[in-house]
């Protein structure tokens, strides 16, 4: 058992729906982990009696928990920032190209092993990730995830209509990831998702087929792309003109559910909302991404009248930044645009709890309640000396905000995941562990 003493700050629920009742805020807080899991989290002074033995480290920031990313693409991060083109021609010009070369194990470790280390380094322990259609692609990224014990779904990419090199078959889709499935399932904090690429990518065969896969594995999600770019959903409605919209393309092969996250979702009709709400299904809100590619701008509150539930991906590589406090102050951005005005505290439930809900993992991670893992960050309001002068003498509720428009990988003082330091720079939290005399009703001790 230990314990860490600092400023904690959580949003377990929706502001948008619970209110102020949302958020926890301890100016000087207790965080106590036993074997990786939070036993405790609220006011130092309350919970003094129960752990007045307990060793802890008193950290200097703000504590809060570990980001969650709803989707990402791992194998572009070589490709991140691409000048030129909208989604279906940065695609063919950018990244298949990058894609195919996951056909060597060995360039899909190194590139798997740099990227988790980066979302560490940014403050992300948590991510359902896009991985390629080649089945090393997802063995490289779980074995890499595994060594660093973080919570990653991800899967291999179905696309027996993608262009050659990046071309599967349903009949090779089918065994590569049930034998993926069955090789990974239960093993530390990974998780599997069915992965078709998107509608114009895989033929009505393969969506069938992948509609099959999820009905036979209750434990895995599915995680593809929805209505993201005008140019791609005029193509799915010349190819699938029998369907309602672009989410009944999805809804006929049974892929829309609770257990499905759709990335983007920029142009939705009322009816598609609709049914998202009824069938449980999240959305993941990638804002560089659309702003990016000029996709165009997500519609929150739309998605908030039906009821459906959302979380933020940065999307890297049409994403700009592995950074999910930047992805937030671009959302910010996105709803003012859209007449609607995000609130940091909401903000910061889309980028953890929020997230978490989306990808059925609430149960695990997003808020330090007692029971789940203890995946945290600590954050720096001093980290540039511009977020230095705002944030000196601000309340929370402006140096929250401050944190998400000015910040980025610099304000992430370090990392922890099930309450062991994670962040490839930890030598950064040595000036964390610091003692810090509380008073007699404290026993403090270094460890």
């Known amino acids: 058992m230990k314990a860490f003493r600092g400023e904690i700050l959580s949003v377990p629920d929706d502001p948008a729906h619970a209110g102020a009742e949302a958020i926890r805020h301890h100016e000087d807080g207790l965080l106590v982990v036993e074997d990786g899991l939070v036993l405790a989290c609220g006011p130092a002074t309350e919970l003094a009696d129960r752990f007045g033995d307990v060793p802890f480290e008193k950290l200097e920031g703000l504590i809060v928990p570990g980001f969650v990313d709803a989707h990402v693409h791992y194998p572009q991060i070589e490709r991140i920032a691409s000048h030129g083109e909208q989604l279906m021609q940065w695609l063919e010009r950018h990244i298949f190209p990058a894609e195919m070369a996951f056909a060597d194990r060995a360039h899909a470790d190194a590139v798997a092993a740099f990227f988790l280390d980066e979302l560490l380094r940014h403050g992300t322990t948590s991510a359902l990730v896009f991985a390629t259609v080649h089945p090393g692609s997802v063995d490289a990224l779980f074995e890499a995830a595994l060594a660093r014990d973080m919570r990653i779904v991800s899967g ?12 599967d078959s349903v009949e090779s889709g ?11 399932r239960g093993r530390g904090r990974l998780g599997y998702a ?10 009505r065969a393969q969506l069938e087929d992948a509609g099959r896969l ?43 559910g609770p257990r499905s996250v759709f990335a983007h979702c920029v142009h939705m009709s009322d009816r598609a909302l609709g049914r998202m709400a009824e069938a449980g299904t999240g959305i993941a809100f990638c804002p560089t991404s659309n702003l990016f590619l000029g996709s165009g701008l997500f519609d929150l509150a739309q998605a908030d009248r039906h009821g459906v539930k959302v979380g933020i991906g940065t999307d890297v590589g049409a994403g700009t930044s592995l950074s999910v406090l930047h992805t937030l102050g671009e959302a910010y951005r996105i709803c003012q645009l859209q007449g609607c005005c995000l609130d940091p505290f909401r903000a910061l439930h889309l980028a953890t709890a929020g997230g978490a809900r989306v990808m059925g993992i609430t149960d695990r991670v997003g808020a330090l ?15 540039t000396p511009l977020l230095a002068r705002r944030c000196a003498g601000a309340p929370l509720h ?50």
């Open 156 to 167: 291999k990419v179905l696309m027996d209509q993608g262009p050659e090199g990046l071309r």
């Open 174 to 184: 089918r065994a590569d990831t049930e034998a993926l499935i069955a090789r990974w």
């Open 194 to 203: 069915v992965t078709p690429r998107f509608a114009p990518t895989s033929s």
């Open 214 to 256: 999820l009905a036979a594995h209750p434990d895995v999600l599915l995680h593809t792309h929805l209505s993201e770019n005008p140019g791609e959903i005029a193509y799915v409605a010349e190819r699938f003109p029998e369907a309602a919209d672009y989410l009944d393309v999805y809804d006929r092969f049974g892929l829309v």
């Open 369 to 383: 309640l007692p029971g789940q893992e203890a995946d945290f960050v600590l954050l720096d309001c001093a980290a």
């Open 398 to 447: 402006d140096r929250l905000f401050a944190l998400q428009v000015l910040g980025d990988d610099r304000a992430v003082t370090g990392t922890w995941l099930r309450g062991r330091p994670a962040h490839p720079g930890a030598k950064l939290i040595s000036r964390a562990r610091r003692p810090a005399r509380r008073g007699p009703a404290w026993k403090e001790r270094r460890r």
